[in-house]
């Protein structure tokens, strides 16, 4: 029987949307298309785009935003909620599912946070970049784990997860940040509000509410409307939403495998037409078989496979294209000198490395944490290395922690040369690795 060649097409596609490293070099491109259209000769147009103001309501109720804020905003909403899953899987079955799994990457993350403020304050504590220094602290689990298959595949799958819990829990900590240190002049009733949607959500998870419109609606058009209008950045609603999203199947395994071969062999007996359709009793049995795969598939499974390719390959990379292009304007060494831009590197190179590394080999020393399997030493300093790749969530915080237009061109511009030397650096100290 031969294969259509639209079910080839679309296999492949689907397979090339599922590597770690397509979604690293579709980021790469994007920074370098904003990049070269940002200090293009039609920069303007560039620039013009993002502020282009877009209004979404009806009658009375209407929000308007610029372009650009509707995708910091909104669309980024979409990836902290991918997060959200990820970090609820972790916790659950994952590398954070243990007190053992989790203490070395949890503390090794703790350290890869707090050394880069440290140094970033160290440049900046009196001047008026100061407020960013949470700015080096984030890494960007996608593109860290995407440019990580560069490295190699002697890098084995428990050093992969390791860099993920790492970054899973840098992702925890950078919520926390914006919640606590980048949200201003909260307004308590539209804050009561927004908790009153989640514990509905909540409460639809403890009565076994399995609808995924359930949670999106009430998360989309409740939490995420109710967190904005409060002055808490609305993207933390794409957290809280994940988190009520069931992590329980309502079939098990056994089961699910003895109604498949019931239906199999009913199916079996069932009179094959021949042509285009099907049969009455076929087309019973095949809407039962796709009844209990959804019923054997955890909602917050299956949401996340379903989310994933719209996060990685559509938010992500418009996330990148609409704030990565830096104008480059006068003195490019006088904006790479800048305190803060040097505290943006010297915090994603040094910083990550040395904490992540240092902290790490001294939790080691206690025998409180213990190495991946099949890992060593120089391998966790490769990790560290690529732990400063801290793009998307640096970029986040920067739009959030500087009012000064100058310090958000400075910092970017920080944020995309540390890591680039963090990228690089890990990539190289990695592949030699494998000599």
Not at 312 to 318: D, T, Y
């Given at each position: 029987?031969?294969?259509?060649?639209?079910?080839?097409?679309?296999?492949?596609?689907?397979?090339?949307?599922?590597?770690?490293?397509?979604?690293?070099?579709?980021?790469?491109?994007?920074?370098?298309?904003?990049?070269?259209?940002?200090?293009?000769?039609?920069?303007?147009?560039?620039?013009?785009?993002?502020?282009t103001?877009?209004?979404?309501?009806?009658?009375?109720?209407?929000?308007?935003?610029?372009?650009?804020?509707?995708?910091?905003?909104?669309?980024?909403?979409?990836?902290?909620?991918?997060?959200?899953?990820?970090?609820?899987?972790?916790?659950?079955?994952?590398?954070?599912?243990?007190?053992?799994?989790?203490?070395?990457?949890?503390?090794?993350?703790?350290?890869?946070?707090?050394?880069?403020?440290?140094?970033?304050?160290?440049?900046?504590?009196?001047?008026?970049?100061?407020?960013?220094?949470?700015?080096?602290?984030?890494?960007d689990?996608?593109f860290?784990?995407?440019?990580?298959?560069?490295?190699?595949?002697?890098?084995g799958?428990?050093?992969?997860?390791?860099?993920?819990?790492?970054?899973?829990?840098?992702?925890?900590?950078?919520?926390?940040?914006?919640?606590?240190?980048?949200?201003?002049?909260?307004?308590?009733?539209?804050?009561?509000?927004?908790?009153?949607?989640?514990?509905?959500?909540?409460?639809?998870?403890?009565?076994?509410?399995?609808?995924?419109?359930?949670?999106?609606?009430?998360?989309?058009?409740?939490?995420?409307?109710?967190?904005?209008?409060?002055?808490?950045?609305?993207?933390?609603?794409?957290?809280?939403?994940?988190?009520?999203?069931?992590?329980?199947?309502?079939?098990?395994?056994?089961?699910?495998?003895?109604?498949?071969?019931k239906?199999?062999?009913?199916?079996?007996?069932?009179?094959?037409?021949?042509?285009?359709?099907?049969?009455?009793?076929?087309?019973?049995?095949?809407?039962?078989?796709?009844?209990?795969?959804?019923?054997?598939?955890?909602?917050?499974q299956?949401?996340?496979?379903?989310?994933?390719?719209?996060?990685?390959?559509?938010?992500?990379?418009?996330?990148?294209?609409?704030?990565?292009?830096?104008?480059?304007?006068?003195?490019?060494?006088?904006?790479?000198?800048?305190?803060?831009?040097?505290g943006?590197?010297?915090?994603?190179?040094?910083?990550?490395?040395?904490?992540?590394?240092?902290?790490?080999?001294?939790?080691?020393?206690t025998?409180?944490?213990?190495?991946?399997?099949?890992?060593?030493?120089?391998?966790?300093?490769?990790?560290?290395?690529?732990?400063?790749?801290?793009?998307?969530?640096?970029?986040?915080?920067?739009?959030?922690?500087?009012?000064?237009?100058?310090?958000?061109?400075?910092?970017?511009?920080?944020?995309?040369?540390?890591?680039?030397?963090?990228?690089?650096?890990?990539?190289?100290?990695?592949?030699?690795?494998?000599?």
């Open positions: 029987m031969k294969t259509e060649p639209a079910s080839i097409l679309t296999s492949r596609i689907k397979m090339l949307f599922s590597r770690e490293i397509s979604l690293g070099i579709t980021l790469l491109l994007m920074v370098i298309l904003a990049m070269a259209w940002a200090n293009s000769p039609w920069s303007d147009l560039y620039h013009g785009l993002w502020k103001r877009l209004t979404i309501g009806f009658d009375d109720f209407k929000i308007t935003e610029s372009l650009h804020r509707w995708i910091n905003d909104g669309l980024m909403a979409y990836f902290f909620f991918l997060i959200g899953l990820e970090v609820k899987r972790e916790f659950i079955s994952g590398a954070l599912s243990t007190p053992k799994k989790a203490a070395l990457p949890l503390v090794a993350a703790i350290g890869g946070m707090l050394l880069p403020a440290v140094i970033y304050l160290s440049l900046n504590w009196d001047g008026p970049g100061a407020s960013g220094w949470g700015i080096p602290m984030a890494t689990i996608a860290a784990v995407g440019l990580l298959t560069l490295a190699g595949a002697h890098i799958q428990p050093s992969r997860t390791f860099l993920k819990a790492v970054a899973t829990a840098d992702d925890i900590a950078v919520i926390l940040i914006i919640a606590f240190f980048l949200s201003s002049g909260v307004e308590p009733s539209n804050l009561v509000v927004g908790g009153v949607y989640f514990g509905v959500m909540v409460a639809g998870n403890l009565l076994g509410v399995r609808s995924f419109w359930f949670y999106l609606i009430l998360g989309t058009l409740g939490l995420w409307v109710a967190l904005l209008l409060s002055g808490i950045h609305a993207t933390l609603a794409g957290f809280l939403t994940a988190l009520t999203i069931p992590a329980r199947t309502s079939l098990t395994e056994r089961s699910f495998r003895e109604r498949m071969l239906h199999i062999r009913a199916f079996n007996q069932t009179l094959f037409t021949g042509g285009p359709f099907l049969s009455r009793k076929q087309v019973d049995l095949i809407k039962e078989i796709i009844y209990d795969s959804k019923q054997a598939l955890p909602p917050l299956r949401v996340e496979d379903n989310i994933r390719p719209f996060v990685h390959f559509g938010v992500l990379p418009l996330f990148a294209l609409s704030n990565a292009g830096v104008t480059i304007e006068g003195d490019l060494w006088g904006m790479l000198m800048h305190p803060v831009s040097l943006v590197i010297a915090g994603l190179v040094l910083g990550k490395f040395g904490g992540i590394f240092l902290i790490s080999r001294a939790l080691s020393a025998g409180l944490g213990e190495l991946p399997k099949h890992s060593n030493w120089k391998q966790i300093a490769g990790l560290g290395l690529m732990a400063g790749i801290g793009f998307t969530m640096s970029l986040f915080i920067a739009e959030l922690a500087l009012d000064n237009a100058y310090l958000v061109r400075v910092a970017k511009l920080g944020i995309l040369a540390g890591s680039l030397i963090s990228g690089v650096l890990g990539i190289v100290w990695l592949r030699g690795l494998r000599k």
